[in-house]
């Protein structure tokens, strides 16, 4: 069973920075799937941040997102990072990450199979 876990979110003051975690279990990250983060603050539609490929790291970022964001992933630990620079309080939400057996940037991140249960950020300015 494939699981994902966050963590990483917390109250973190405008301007600073934040590293979000996802730990994934029930699939081998040599595996071809595509892990992803999107955020969805109240009242707002889902937004996708980025994906990585966990056969070869390679990342994909949707248009719409500036480059605030970065992806990475420890293949030996089986776990991925979302790396946030420059919050601002419009950054405040919930942050999950997603996973499917498929290549990033075909569906919308929050549409995956797997979803993480989140992390919530909160901005202060």
């Known amino acids: 069973e494939v699981q994902l876990v966050e963590s990483g979110g917390g109250l973190v003051q405008g301007g600073g920075s934040l590293r979000l975690s996802c730990a994934a279990t029930g699939f081998s990250f040599s595996d071809d799937y595509a892990i992803g983060w999107f955020r969805q603050a109240p009242g707002k539609e889902p937004e996708g941040l980025a994906c990585?490929?966990?056969?070869?790291?390679?990342?994909y970022y949707p248009s719409s997102v500036k480059g605030r964001f970065t992806i990475s992933s420890d293949n030996a630990k089986n776990t991925v990072y979302l790396q946030i620079d420059s919050l601002n309080p419009e950054d405040s939400a919930r942050y999950h990450c997603?996973?499917?057996?498929?290549?990033?940037?075909?569906?919308?991140?929050?549409?995956?199979?797997?979803w993480g249960q989140g992390t919530r950020v909160t901005v202060s300015s």
């Open positions: 997603a996973a499917e057996f498929t290549s990033c940037g075909l569906v919308p991140v929050w549409k995956y199979d797997y």
């Open positions: 990585i490929s966990s056969r070869d790291s390679t990342t």
